[in-house]
Each structure stands twice: as structure tokens, then as C-alpha cells.
């Protein structure tokens, strides 16, 4: 989703996503996969200065998704503890 917003006063372009993944169960009964009430859920906001540069918004969000997605932040996430 994107949106305007007012950002300390400024102008800016706001931008969330949310990613929900439910947890699986197979339930033998069925012969099958059922869904458990229960999601694990992953968010991001992003807010970007109406008059910042489009060169440095794309850097912006290539340099944090690039950090999002390094294998040391997945593994942190995964194991549920900060790295040592």
C-alpha cells in the first residue's frame, strides 16, 4: 500500500506490506493439510521524502532490502535470536 503522509511536517511517501504465512498441520483424518489458527507475520513501513531524489530512494530501498534478505538476518530470524 502507498500513501501520502506528513512526516515531521514534510511531505513524504509512505509505503507498508504486511506477509502472513499460516502454519500447516497435516491432519490425517482429512488426508490432508489444514490450516492452524495461527500466522507468523512479517511487516515493513517504509517512509520516503516527497523531494528526496529517486536515485537516492532507489539506493534507499536496494541497500535495505539487500540487508533484509542477507543470510544473516534469515538465520537470526529463524533461530528467534540476535546474532552473537
Same mark, same amino acid.
Given at each position: ?7 515531521? *511536517?514534510?511531505?513524504?511517501?509512505? $509505503? ?12 490425517? %483424518? @482429512? ?6 489458527k495461527r500466522d ?5 513501513? *517504509?517512509?520516503?521524502?516527497?523531494? $528526496? ?12 532490502? %539487500? @540487508? ?17
Amino acid at each position: 500500500m502507498s500513501k501520502n503522509t506528513r512526516k515531521g *511536517g514534510e511531505e513524504a511517501r509512505e $509505503m507498508r506490506g504486511t506477509y502472513k504465512y499460516p502454519q500447516l498441520v497435516t491432519d490425517t %483424518n @482429512l488426508g490432508g493439510l489444514t490450516i492452524v489458527k495461527r500466522d507468523a507475520l512479517i511487516s515493513f513501513n *517504509g517512509v520516503f521524502p516527497k523531494d $528526496m531524489p529517486a536515485a537516492d530512494i532507489n539506493e534507499a530501498v536496494s541497500q535495505a532490502f %539487500n @540487508l533484509f534478505v542477507s543470510t544473516l538476518n534469515k538465520d537470526s530470524c529463524k533461530d528467534g535470536f540476535a546474532p552473537t
